[in-house]
């Protein structure tokens, strides 16, 4: 068993052994992997590029769909981007802001042209094209404000269900 190789091996380094949630590191490990394809979301149904400002959106075989018309992740990164008339995304992970921040001094430092051998052409022309940092700041505000929504919908659900208990005793 791998797990307990590695508990034995920390013990002999006496290095603690920290018990956490596997999902979020796993998700966070992907992220940290594929930043160069993370992508905001930038519309109905679209996501821009961190790395070009180019726009995507997530391929239909893929897994992550909304839940609700208005349930898409803010940040997501991708296996692999499918350029046909469209881009698309396939096999697609959302990603926390905080895991991807670290890393935009890398992306911003990638020639995608030289890198593609120049055949990539980018549609979308305005100031913010190519400003990554600024683009996963705007998807951490988001994502702030979204995890607020979500603690004061828990809130209002909680105390309604206390009202109807003391109404009905």
């Given amino acids: 068993d791998v797990r307990s190789q590695l508990l034995s091996i920390m013990e002999k380094y006496e290095m603690p052994a920290l018990s956490t949630n596997r999902t979020h590191l796993l998700g966070r490990s992907v992220a940290e992997s594929l930043y160069m394809n993370a992508a905001r979301r930038g519309g109905k149904d679209t996501y821009e590029t961190l790395a070009d400002g180019r726009i995507i ?6 897994l992550l769909k909304p839940f609700d018309k208005d349930d898409w992740a803010e940040l997501v990164v991708c296996l692999e981007m499918v350029w046909t008339r469209n881009g698309m995304m396939r096999f697609v992970c959302a990603a926390n802001a905080k895991w991807i921040m670290e890393l935009l001094p ?5 020639d995608i ?3 593609c051998g120049g055949h990539v ?3 979308k022309k305005g100031p913010d094209v190519g400003h990554a940092q600024a683009r996963a700041e ?5 994502d702030a404000k979204k995890e607020e929504r979500d603690v004061n919908d828990a809130k ?3 105390l309604a269900r206390k009202m109807a208990r003391q109404a009905a005793t």
Avoid at 57 to 62: A, D, G, L, T
Avoid at 138 to 142: F, I
């Fill in 57 to 62: 959106q997530v391929h239909p075989s893929s």
């Fill in 106 to 110: 890398k992306i911003q430092s990638v």
């Fill in 113 to 115: 042209h030289r890198l």
């Fill in 121 to 123: 052409v980018i549609k």
């Fill in 138 to 142: 705007e998807a951490k505000k988001t």
């Fill in 156 to 158: 209002a659900r909680f």
